[in-house]
């Protein structure tokens, strides 16, 4: 590190640090050949998939924290939604009410941050949720 970069750090400024990956030969070609499809520099297109990997895997552990708020019978409920399942079939299944299964339902909406059952399908699209014994035949 030069001089200069020292002392602009000592005096708290925040100074870019470049980075640098290795990468495979098969990795180094695709990204060649994506930046010419998208012609922008080989930096770019990088920069691009890891900032967006990162927020994906940011999004991926907010779900799963919010996950751990269910109750085991609210992830019953999350798992069957998201198997299109309707009410009268999740309150037969699990042998409850149909105004309990919408309790739970009003429940995990709220939880997840979500308005619809759809909109909490997209959500857990990724999810597979055979561990909880729950599988559409």
Request: proline share 1%; with cysteine.
């Amino acid at each position: 590190m030069s001089f200069w970069y020292r002392l602009l750090r000592g005096l708290g400024f925040r100074v870019p640090v470049e980075r640098t990956y290795l990468l495979d030969d098969e990795l180094v070609q695709t990204l060649r050949s994506l930046a010419e499809q998208e012609k922008v520099s080989e930096a770019e297109v990088a920069s691009g998939l890891i900032s967006e990997a990162i927020a994906r895997r940011l999004e991926m552990e907010d779900v799963w924290q919010r996950w751990q708020t269910l109750s085991p019978r609210e992830q019953q409920v999350v798992a069957m939604v998201c198997q299109n399942y309707t009410t009268s079939e999740i309150a037969a299944h699990l042998v409850i009410s149909g105004a309990t299964v919408k309790s739970h339902i009003r429940h995990i909406l709220v939880k997840f941050n979500v308005h619809s059952r759809n909109e909490l399908r997209l959500v857990m699209a990724d999810w597979d949720f055979r561990a909880l014994g729950v599988d559409r035949d």
